[in-house]
Antibody, heavy 120, light 112 residues
C-alpha cells in the first residue's frame, strides 16, 4: 500500500541542525512531490515548503528561507528535510506529505510525524 | 500573509449537522479552487477530507461536504458522529511568493 515512513524522534541543542527522512513506498516516487509541515505542541499546522521528486524544484516559505533545505533521493525513494540553526521554538512534530509533482495542491498521504525537540 | 481564519471551536449533538468556516482573501481562498480540509485526531497525522473545494477522496464518508463563496470556504459535517470529534484545518494555495501555501487556524469540533 502507499505509505510514507518518517525517521525517529530527535533531540537537538540550540544552533544544531536536524535532517528528517521520509521513505515512500507503494507508488512511482518521481510522479509526485512532497510538502513538509510542522506542528508545535498544542498549535496548528504550518506549511514549510515543497519539493518535486520529478525534477528537484523547490518552494520554501519565506520564514524558513536560508535555514531549510529539502532534497530527494530517487535511488531510495526518500525525501529529506534539513533545518539548521535550530532554536527552541523549532520544537515541533514535523510531517512529510505526498503532493503534486509540479505544484502544491493537496496532501493525500502523510507520514506518521517526527518529533524534534530543541533544548539545551 | 497570515493563516486563514477559522472559528476556534464548533460543537453539535450526534446526528446534527455543523459547518466550519474558513476565511481568507482574494489572494488565496477567493482566488483559487484549491481549498482542502483536513481532520486530525489527537496524536495522529492529519487526514485529507475534502480537496479542490468540494471533492472527497476515495474512502471519505459522504457526510463531509465542502463549498466556497467569495473569500470564505466551508466544511459541513452532516449526521455528526462521535468519531468526528477532532481538530479540523482548512488550507489553500496562494499567489504569494513568500508563502505559497497556507493553513487555517484550526477548529476543535466537539460532539456533545
Amino acid at each position: 500500500q502507499v505509505q510514507l515512513v518518517q525517521s525517529g524522534a530527535e533531540v537537538k541543542k540550540p544552533g544544531a541542525s536536524v535532517k528528517v527522512s521520509c521513505k515512500a513506498s507503494g507508488y512511482t516516487f518521481t510522479s509526485y512531490g512532497f510538502s513538509w509541515m510542522r506542528q508545535a505542541p498544542g498549535q496548528g499546522l504550518e506549511w514549510m515548503g515543497w519539493i518535486s521528486a520529478y525534477n528537484g524544484n523547490t518552494k520554501y516559505a519565506q520564514k524558513f528561507q536560508g535555514r531549510v533545505t529539502m532534497t530527494t533521493d530517487t535511488s531510495t525513494s526518500t525525501a529529506y528535510m534539513e533545518l539548521r540553526s535550530l532554536r527552541s521554538d523549532d520544537t515541533a512534530v514535523y510531517y512529510c506529505a505526498r503532493d503534486y509533482y509540479n505544484s502544491i495542491r493537496r496532501f493525500e498521504i502523510w507520514g506518521q510525524g517526527t518529533m524534534v525537540t530543541v533544548s539545551s | 500573509q497570515s493563516a486563514l481564519t477559522q472559528p476556534a471551536s464548533v460543537s453539535g449533538s450526534p446526528g446534527q449537522s455543523i459547518a466550519i468556516s474558513c476565511t481568507g482573501t482574494s489572494s488565496d481562498v477567493g482566488g483559487y479552487n484549491y481549498v482542502s480540509w483536513y481532520r486530525q485526531h489527537p496524536g495522529k497525522a492529519p487526514q485529507l477530507m475534502i480537496y479542490d473545494v468540494s471533492n472527497r477522496p476515495s474512502g471519505v464518508s459522504n457526510r463531509f461536504s465542502g463549498s466556497k463563496s467569495g473569500n470564505t470556504a466551508s466544511l459541513t459535517i452532516s449526521g455528526l458522529q462521535a468519531e468526528d470529534e477532532a481538530d479540523y484545518y482548512c488550507s489553500s494555495y496562494t499567489s504569494s511568493s513568500t508563502l505559497p501555501y497556507v493553513f487555517g487556524t484550526g477548529t476543535k469540533v466537539t460532539v456533545l
